[in-house]
């Protein structure tokens, strides 16, 4: 059972950076890929970005392009969603997950129900 804890939400102001890390507790975090969700209030959860296990190749939901890198420290089993140019549209908990089944799946999933771990999310505020 792989465990997933997110840090480093807070409060920013529009313009402004984040940078969330999600440490995973073992080591076969090198062989998931991994995933970041959100959600707003009164919002379904959405994906937001992913990262493959065996590459650098990385996927966006097309509002994040150009402003979220997704980068993982195999070192030190964390994943990492550095935001930039933050909006207050951002704003929503952000979750990080694990995809187990990553060796046999062709490329990223952006659907939620094909990750199997979930941390327990981490508050990000955008003030106008």
């Known amino acids: 059972q792989v465990q997933l804890v997110e840090s480093g939400g807070g409060l920013v102001q529009a313009g402004g950076s984040l940078r969330l890390s999600c440490a995973a507790s073992e080591g076969t975090f090198a062989t998931y890929n991994m995933g970041w969700f959100r959600q707003a209030p009164g919002k379904e959860r959405e994906f937001v970005g992913a990262h493959r296990w065996t590459s650098t190749n990385t996927l966006y939901t097309d509002s994040v392009k150009g402003r979220f890198t997704i980068s993982r420290d195999y070192a030190k089993n964390t994943v990492y969603l550095q935001m930039n140019s933050l909006k207050p549209e951002d704003t929503a908990i952000y979750y990080c997950?694990?995809?187990?089944?990553?060796?046999?799946?062709?490329?990223?999933?952006?659907?939620?129900?094909?990750?199997?771990?979930w941390g327990q999310g981490t508050q990000v505020t955008v003030s106008s």
């Open positions: 997950a694990a995809d187990s089944k990553a060796s046999r799946r062709l490329g990223l999933s952006k659907s939620s129900f094909d990750y199997d771990y």
